[in-house]
């Protein structure tokens, strides 16, 4: 069974930093891309930002610039660095994994539980 736990989210101040991690773990083969989705009340989940194993990064046009995606290949785990934060940038941040648990099976995506991100005054 695979787990993506995802912690560093709170309440900050517009125009300060958070930092979020998601680590995964359990039955992996192969992780193909970690990636950071946001959805905010009355919203549609949206890509924040991805990132593959190979490190090529892909950001929303509404975050870059701002925010920077990391990860760390040995830990299965994936970083994101949000600077300069927003109050439209409230959100829960959820955590997305496209893996592959063995060999027999195909890869498929996994989420994790999300973490609240409030950018207020």
């Known amino acids: 069974q695979v787990q993506l736990v995802e912690s560093g989210g709170g309440l900050v101040q517009p125009g300060g930093s958070l930092r979020l991690s998601c680590a995964a773990s359990?039955?992996?083969?192969?992780?193909?891309?970690m990636g950071w989705y946001r959805q905010a009340p009355g919203k549609q989940r949206e890509l924040v930002a991805s990132i593959t194993s190979s490190g090529s990064t892909n950001y929303a046009d509404f975050v870059k610039g701002r925010f920077t995606i990391s990860g760390d290949n040995a830990k299965n785990t994936v970083y994101l660095q949000m600077d300069d934060l927003k109050p439209e940038d409230t959100a829960f941040y959820y955590c997305?994994?496209?893996?592959?648990?063995?060999?027999?099976?195909?890869?498929?995506?996994?989420w994790g539980q999300g973490t609240q991100v409030t950018v207020s005054s």
């Open positions: 359990g039955s992996i083969f192969r992780i193909y891309s």
């Open positions: 997305n994994a496209d893996l592959q648990i063995n060999l027999l099976t195909s890869r498929r995506y996994y």
